[in-house]
């Protein structure tokens, strides 16, 4: 299912690794994980996510068992010997998933005497050579070992922000993080923007927070506002991304046009 035109490409080479991450649960990472993939994927992209979260909702929605996985994003990250091309699985045309399963729960506790425990996946990313154009990963909520491996792995980092006052205030932990793996074990990490999720258009006080993220970031924050609609959680219940479940949803047009802004390589 996947497009194997050209030279193979390692993900560490011209591949765009991203980290899709906010220390809040709850603000839409697995379900823009999903329809962002799609939307790049729709494009003639070739992409692979990447499921980080021991509570699976990214692997749940493509119709995945968690607790019935043999290699998983665990296995990537705790063995060396584990190759990406042995744990990843298409799910669509151009369209590959490393699935999470229910070890995940207890990798940090095995990851917490590793001195490579935040730099495991980032190795196991450079040892691959497989082609994408994109690598999208989804992290749990927090700022643990998990999400830090994201982080480290990647290029740039992605910040899906509720629309909503008190979800603004874990941006700022997660940029201290970012700037502290940044300067400490990633110089290359960058972000690549914020976008606004479960907005409410006739909501003043969602616009209130949006104008204030655009106020604070400026040109990095995304022109693209995901809206709040049952649609969202319908998709995931028959395995469907909201691009599949109803194409022409407003919601299934913003993933569109925000995989545009991440194509385009800058917000605004």
Do not use: W
């Not at 005497?113 to 082609?131: K, Y």
């Amino acid at each position: 299912m996947l497009c194997q035109c050209g030279t193979q490409r390692g993900v560490h080479a011209m591949t765009r690794t991203l980290v899709i991450a906010n220390q809040k649960g709850g603000v839409g990472k697995s379900t823009s994980a999903m329809n962002l993939g799609l939307a790049l994927a729709e494009k003639g992209q070739r992409v692979l996510l990447i499921d980080l979260d021991p509570q699976g909702g990214l692997t749940a929605a493509f119709g995945i068992d968690s607790y019935d996985i043999r290699r998983s994003a665990f296995s990537l990250i705790m063995y060396s010997h584990v190759s990406l091309s042995r744990v990843m699985r298409p799910v669509r045309t151009n369209l590959a998933l490393v699935p999470a399963s229910i070890d995940l729960a207890a990798s940090e506790v095995q990851l917490a005497g590793m001195a490579d425990r935040v730099q495991r996946l980032r190795a196991s990313l450079r040892r691959s050579q497989l082609p994408f154009d994109y690598v999208l990963m989804d992290t749990p909520p927090g700022l643990g070992i998990l999400a830090a491996n994201g982080l480290v792995a990647a290029d740039e980092v992605l910040i899906p922000v509720q629309c909503q006052y008190l979800a603004m205030r874990g941006v700022r932990a997660l940029m201290d993080t970012i700037i502290r793996i940044k300067k400490n074990l990633n110089p290359a990490l960058r972000l690549a923007g914020l976008f606004g999720t479960m907005y409410r258009p006739d909501s003043v006080h969602a616009q209130e927070v949006v104008d204030e993220l655009r106020s604070v970031f400026g040109e990095r924050m995304f022109r693209t506002l995901i809206r709040y609609d049952d649609v969202v959680a319908e998709a995931p219940i028959v395995g469907l991304s909201v691009l599949e479940y109803m194409p022409r949803h407003p919601i299934a047009q913003s993933y569109r046009v925000l995989a545009e802004e991440v194509m385009r390589g800058r917000a605004g």
